[in-house]
């Protein structure tokens, strides 16, 4: 018998709205700044690319990216594999490196490691952010706010996003 449940988008736990918020902009502000840092000296002629030369384009694709890739991402990789798959782990660091390493292995057909090291590294904190808070709508945010600054920075012919 299947049984039917309602997708939960609030909060269950009780978090410290201070605390999460703080944590994240710090989050924010580490990934920020280090991934700029990495594209000044990897390609900087990349840098702001898009945003300074096409932000209609820009405003256009940060949207579809938050609607057709975050939001049925975080489903899948947060909401439905800790509710199907948390059982079978006895070990929470095992389940966290399991979920980021699908999270990553989802991301192959970019063809570059790194969009996978940024993609596991993403899906170790958005692991966290769920699990902390049990906010589908808090990590939908994170994930949305990091890839549209990856995209905005100028990471976006490496995400092959449209530049």
Do not use: C
């Not at 990934?31 to 820009?58: E, H, Q």
Request: net charge positive; hydrophobic share 55%.
């Amino acid at each position: 018998m299947i049984k039917k449940e309602k997708l939960n988008f609030g909060e269950k736990k009780l978090v410290t709205p201070t605390k999460t918020l703080l944590a994240f902009a710090i989050k924010l502000g580490a990934i920020a700044l280090g991934s700029f840092l990495f594209l000044f000296f990897y390609d900087s002629d990349s840098l702001f690319n898009v945003i300074s030369t096409k932000p209609m384009l820009w405003l256009g694709y940060s949207l579809i990216y938050v609607l057709l890739s975050v939001i049925p991402q975080e489903i899948i990789y947060r909401y439905f594999f800790l509710k199907r798959y948390r059982t079978l782990f006895k070990n929470k660091l095992v389940m966290v490196l399991v979920n980021a390493s699908l999270f990553s292995l989802a991301h192959i057909w970019f063809n570059s490691w790194i969009v996978l090291a940024f993609t596991f590294v993403g899906g170790i904190l958005f692991f966290y952010t769920y699990r902390k808070t049990h906010s589908l709508w808090l990590v939908i945010l994170e994930h949305s706010l990091y890839g549209i600054w990856l995209y905005t920075v100028g990471y976006g012919e490496l995400f092959k996003m449209a530049v």
